[in-house]
């Protein structure tokens, strides 16, 4: 159904009329549903390709004996650990339903209509749903080199500007701000607009200069930085992420908050994975070879890439991607269109397996001399 034919649309908040759904990575039951085919691999949601560690998954399996009632809303062991880790108060931390959940609980929070957010061109998809969907209204940065172009960004925030979202690294160009350069310019915004650092690849980044803001905290009042379970620790499914601030601020974020947003199966792995770091560890190493294998296949096929420093290498088709990514399908290799973040002629990739980098570069090769 259209906008044009739905009479329910007269009804609902503003905003809602011109939201475009968040487009996930197509999942391999439905594909292969699809095309009644086999042994298919999705490179497609930037997951760990390891899935969760060992104490994760013991984490889990004992934690089934509670199922029958409800988590503690509070979150109160893991927010105790989160504390520790970052060095805050266990009142700076908000607990969420993935880290998408605070992101969502910010946008409620801090924007309605008449007041403005402010993201890059190319930025993660979630800043302008979460904008739109409380009817508060987006200014757009162009993006410099597919990166963020900080004094664009600056340029747009007025008095009007309640959250400025960066993604370090972002997603799904992998590119990067360094640390003096962003604390600057949050050091530079006005008080009265929140700035959120979101820093779900944080684990996969191993660049000197790439800052830690969580670190900042103490000194930037209006700082709110998010994390996620869902990435190096391989805890997709679980949902579980969360926010770092001023405990003042995280205050307001709680008071939104579902009681019981983050279910007991979550917050057990969630707090078992924080000390798994021979899984982080493996992951990361993973990581670093599996980039390699496909920078380098990419310079074999001739084909040019956003150099990331995440889990994903977005891949310059230098023609249009999408009849390439349906070829792919059909080869049972799913992988993320990037056509909704301004990039038609890129392709994004997440970091597999050996094997599912190589079969992804075969069939890769396959497509692009047929098609
Ligand atoms: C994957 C991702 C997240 C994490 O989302 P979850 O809701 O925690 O699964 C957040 N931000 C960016 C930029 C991402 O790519």
């Given at each position: 159904m259209t906008g044009s034919d739905n009479p329910f649309l007269a009804l609902a908040a503003p905003g809602i009329a011109g939201l475009q759904p968040?487009?996930?990575?197509?999942?391999?039951?439905?594909?292969?549903?699809?095309?009644?085919?086999r042994g298919s691999i999705k490179l497609a949601s930037n997951e760990n390709p390891l899935g969760p560690g060992r104490l994760a998954r013991a984490a889990v399996a004992a934690a089934l004996g509670e199922l029958g009632r409800y988590p503690d809303g509070g979150g109160f062991e893991l927010r105790a650990a989160l504390g520790r880790r970052h060095g805050v108060d266990p009142s700076a931390v908000t607990l969420g339903n993935g880290s998408n959940d605070v992101l969502d609980l910010i946008a409620?929070?801090?924007?309605?209509?008449?007041?403005?957010s402010v993201f890059s061109e190319h930025a993660f998809a979630v800043y302008?749903?979460?904008?739109?969907?409380?009817?508060?209204?987006?200014?757009?940065?162009?993006?410099?080199?597919?990166?963020?172009?900080?004094d664009a960004m600056a340029a747009l925030v007025?008095?009007?500007?309640?959250?400025?979202?960066?993604?370090?690294?972002?997603?799904?160009t992998g590119t990067w701000v360094p640390a003096q350069r962003l604390r600057a310019f949050i050091a530079a915004l006005p008080e009265t607009c929140m700035v959120v650092v979101d820093e779900a690849y944080t684990d996969y980044v191993e660049e000197p200069e790439f800052p830690d803001a969580t670190?900042?905290?103490?000194?930037?009042?209006?700082?709110?930085?998010?994390?996620?379970f869902a990435k190096v620790h391989g805890l997709a499914a679980l949902r579980v992420g969360y926010g770092l601030s001023d405990p003042?601020?995280?205050?307001?974020?709680?008071?939104?908050?579902?009681?019981?947003?983050?279910?007991?199966?979550?917050?057990?792995?969630?707090?078992?994975?924080?000390d798994d770091v021979e899984h982080v560890a493996a992951s990361v190493a993973l990581n670093r070879a599996g980039m390699a294998q496909l920078r380098a296949g990419c310079e074999r096929l001739g084909l040019g890439y956003i150099p990331s420093v995440?889990?994903?290498?977005?891949?310059?088709?230098?023609?249009p991607a999408a009849p390439v990514y349906d070829a792919l399908l059909r080869e049972g290799c799913i992988t993320r269109p990037v056509?909704?973040?301004?990039?038609?002629?890129?392709?994004?990739?997440?970091?597999?397996?050996?094997?599912?980098?190589?079969?992804?570069?075969?069939?890769?090769?396959?497509?692009?001399?047929?098609c």
């Amino acid at each position: 159904m259209t906008g044009s034919d739905n009479p329910f649309l007269a009804l609902a908040a503003p905003g809602i009329a011109g939201l475009q759904p968040y487009l996930p990575g197509k999942p391999i039951a439905e594909l292969e549903r699809e095309l009644g085919i086999r042994g298919s691999i999705k490179l497609a949601s930037n997951e760990n390709p390891l899935g969760p560690g060992r104490l994760a998954r013991a984490a889990v399996a004992a934690a089934l004996g509670e199922l029958g009632r409800y988590p503690d809303g509070g979150g109160f062991e893991l927010r105790a650990a989160l504390g520790r880790r970052h060095g805050v108060d266990p009142s700076a931390v908000t607990l969420g339903n993935g880290s998408n959940d605070v992101l969502d609980l910010i946008a409620r929070t801090f924007l309605q209509p008449g007041v403005e957010s402010v993201f890059s061109e190319h930025a993660f998809a979630v800043y302008p749903i979460a904008t739109q969907a409380v009817g508060a209204a987006a200014r757009i940065a162009p993006a410099r080199a597919y990166g963020h172009d900080l004094d664009a960004m600056a340029a747009l925030v007025t008095e009007r500007t309640r959250v400025v979202w960066i993604a370090n690294p972002n997603n799904p160009t992998g590119t990067w701000v360094p640390a003096q350069r962003l604390r600057a310019f949050i050091a530079a915004l006005p008080e009265t607009c929140m700035v959120v650092v979101d820093e779900a690849y944080t684990d996969y980044v191993e660049e000197p200069e790439f800052p830690d803001a969580t670190r900042w905290l103490a000194d930037l009042p209006n700082l709110i930085v998010t994390r996620t379970f869902a990435k190096v620790h391989g805890l997709a499914a679980l949902r579980v992420g969360y926010g770092l601030s001023d405990p003042r601020v995280a205050d307001l974020l709680n008071r939104v908050r579902q009681p019981f947003n983050v279910n007991s199966l979550a917050q057990a792995a969630a707090l078992a994975a924080l000390d798994d770091v021979e899984h982080v560890a493996a992951s990361v190493a993973l990581n670093r070879a599996g980039m390699a294998q496909l920078r380098a296949g990419c310079e074999r096929l001739g084909l040019g890439y956003i150099p990331s420093v995440g889990n994903f290498l977005t891949i310059d088709l230098g023609r249009p991607a999408a009849p390439v990514y349906d070829a792919l399908l059909r080869e049972g290799c799913i992988t993320r269109p990037v056509a909704n973040y301004g990039l038609p002629n890129h392709l994004r990739v997440s970091i597999g397996l050996e094997a599912e980098n190589q079969r992804f570069l075969a069939s890769l090769e396959r497509v692009l001399a047929a098609c």
